[in-house]
């Protein structure tokens, strides 16, 4: 059974809209998330994490909400950009340093 | 350059076939791992090793080893490839545990298995 799941397997955004990626996990053991962004025939890149201490986390365009009692966190992206199109991967681990549990992934794709 | 390097990029192979594929890196770090991509289920561990000396089995090691040659040098090897071994591979590093938890992959393996 998947620890984490993203639900949506595509998403569709108009280029300077935002972009929601949303993920849910049920370990509630859980205690630290990232997120990783992956173009085509390349590696996945870190984007972003936050804690299980914070709520929020913001670098540049991108933001991360968890939510830890509805066990949920999402990747905000505004203003979207053509160049943002990609797999995204929700990633969590029991605490910074440990294995990662990966997501299913979304892929982004946002239109000009 | 790239930091973590995978070879090869691509390859066919037949079923009962030995294939190994090979990870090095110039991060430094002192883990190592690999995952395996399928659609719609994102990465999931294969191996991995915390030095030289720790190998260690993840979710899915059924059918795999692998070799911690070197700090810098991690091989994936089937020993006997079959049909649902088709997948993407990854090879990731990562440093002792920092606040970030950040792995760096590789560019990526497609084994296809016939």
């Known amino acids: 059974d998947q620890q984490v799941k993203q639900n949506s397997p595509s998403l569709s955004v108009q280029e300077g809209r935002i972009s929601i990626l949303n993920c849910d996990y049920t370990?509630?053991?859980?205690?630290?998330f990232l997120w990783y962004k992956k173009y085509p025939a390349e590696g996945p890149t870190f984007l972003i994490s936050?804690?299980?201490?914070?709520d929020k986390n913001e670098d540049g365009r991108f933001t991360v909400f968890l939510n830890k009692s509805a066990k949920h966190l999402s990747l905000h992206i505004v203003p979207s950009q053509p160049g943002d199109s990609a797999v995204y991967f929700c990633?969590?681990?029991?605490?910074?340093?440990?294995?990662?549990?990966f997501g299913g992934g979304t892929r982004l794709m946002v239109k000009p | 350059d790239a930091d973590v390097t995978q070879t090869p990029r691509n390859r066919i192979t037949k079923t009962g076939k030995r294939i190994m594929l090979e990870c090095s890196q110039t991060k430094g770090h002192d883990r190592m791992y690999w995952y395996r991509q399928d659609p719609g289920l994102g990465l999931r561990l294969i191996y991995y090793s915390f030095d030289v000396k720790d190998i260690n089995k993840g979710e899915i090691s059924d059918g795999y080893s692998v070799s911690r040659q070197a700090q810098a040098k991690f091989s994936l090897s089937l020993e006997s490839a079959i049909p649902n071994q088709t997948a993407l591979y990854f090879c990731?590093?990562?440093?002792?545990?920092?606040?970030?938890?950040?792995?760096?992959f590789g560019p990526g393996t497609r084994l296809t298995v016939t």
């Open positions: 370990n509630s053991m859980f205690d630290y």
């Open positions: 990633a969590a681990s029991v605490w910074a340093g440990n294995m990662l549990t």
């Open positions: 936050i804690s299980s201490i914070k």
């Open positions: 990731a590093t990562s440093d002792f545990p920092s606040g970030s938890n950040e792995q760096y």
